[in-house]
């Protein structure tokens, strides 16, 4: 369903009153309702009449296998009390009831990512619903849920399957997004399996592993290069400062920008392996763990999706 632009909506425009700052602690009770709206449009209601047997079936046990699997995870029988866990026809009033009670920000993004995953993967399939474009349906679902988190001022989008952390919409507009385009070719698959890790790492506040796997992901990037190109280097023993020399030396950074960017090798080398090394690559000895600012983090991310995104796009203009 389209999202309205409401007379509301552009008067708090007019008067400042949106916010400019991501909160990620924090879940409004808007927001998870806009999402339950959400559920019944991708998903669908159980007891609507014009559905058919199947269709009502499909749809009740989408419900059911998303709140078995919370009720799992989180070693629990119910996920609200006085529900019944094994009939199927109660799971979506459990899911919602359960839903819009919890306070934990992290569960909720739980359930929204489980959610989205099932709407992409089970409910945009031709067979869901007969009877309605389910593959139109469900993404236009996906968008409204990203536009909703983006309009309540929640720094969070669901992309490739997953929850990620948004701290600059500009750059996430602009670098991440279409380095995680880029990275969903097969050759890079484990590129865009250690670029997600590291959000995901990031999401939870694991930070030193958020770097290491930003560290890995740029790494990939250039090994899957090179092996495309067929520029020698050791699998096993090349790092990120003997990967970049060798795509200088072989004109990945076309010589005309080399001239008007004397300090893009340094950001190459450092921008992202130095962090990684200094920061989160390293034990942190007899003493307390390093305390990683949030910034650090944010930006070594950002500036790994620009790297990955520029060097895909340099390989291709090489001549073949």
Same mark, same amino acid.
């Given at each position: 369903?389209?999202? &309205?632009?409401?007379? @509301? ?24 309702? !806009? ?17 058919? #047997? ?13 709140? *078995? ?14 529900? #019944? ?6 799971? !979506?009033?459990?899911?919602? %009831? ?19 995953? &099932?709407?992409?993967?089970?409910? @945009?399939?031709? #067979? ?21 988190? !983006? ?5 969070? !989008? ?38 997600? @890790? ?59 920008? *080399?001239?008007? &960017? ?31 600012? %949030? ?26």
């Amino acid at each position: 369903m389209a999202v &309205f632009e409401l007379y @509301s909506k552009r008067r708090a425009r007019e008067l400042g009153n949106v916010p400019d700052v991501y909160e990620y602690d924090k879940i409004p009770e808007a927001l998870k309702v !806009q999402i339950i709206h959400i559920w019944s449009d991708a998903i669908g209601i159980p007891y609507v009449t014009t559905h058919r #047997d199947s269709s009502i079936s499909n749809i009740r046990s989408t419900y059911h296998a998303i709140a *078995q699997v919370l009720r799992r995870e989180y070693g629990l029988f119910k996920l609200v009390p006085n529900s #019944d866990p094994d009939e199927k026809a109660h799971s !979506q009033d459990e899911l919602k %009831n359960w839903f819009l009670r919890e306070t934990n920000a992290d569960r909720i993004l739980d359930a929204v990512e489980l959610s989205a995953r &099932f709407i992409e993967r089970a409910c @945009s399939r031709t #067979d869901y619903i007969p009877t309605r474009q389910n593959k139109e349906i469900c993404k236009q679902a996906i968008e409204e849920l990203n536009k909703r988190f !983006q309009e309540n001022g929640v720094g969070y !989008q669901y992309m490739d399957g997953i929850i990620v952390r948004v701290d600059s919409q500009l750059i996430h507009a602009e670098a991440v997004k279409p380095a995680l385009a880029v990275l969903r070719a097969p050759e890079f698959k484990n590129a865009q399996e250690e670029f997600l @890790s590291a959000y995901e790492h990031y999401r939870h506040g694991k930070k030193e592993e958020a770097l290491v796997d930003c560290g890995k992901c740029f790494e990939s990037t250039m090994k899957i290069i090179c092996t495309k190109r067929n520029w020698p280097f050791d699998p096993n023993r090349a790092t990120a400062k003997p990967l970049v020399q060798i795509c200088l030396d072989n004109g990945l950074i076309p010589s005309y920008w *080399q001239s008007h &960017f004397s300090a893009l090798r340094t950001i190459l080398e450092s921008a992202i392996p130095t962090p990684r090394n200094k920061q989160g690559g390293h034990g942190a000895g007899a003493g307390p763990a390093p305390d990683i600012p %949030n910034e650090l983090v944010a930006y070594v991310l950002h500036m790994t999706a620009s790297t990955v995104l520029f060097l895909t796009e340099a390989e291709k203009s090489l001549p073949p």
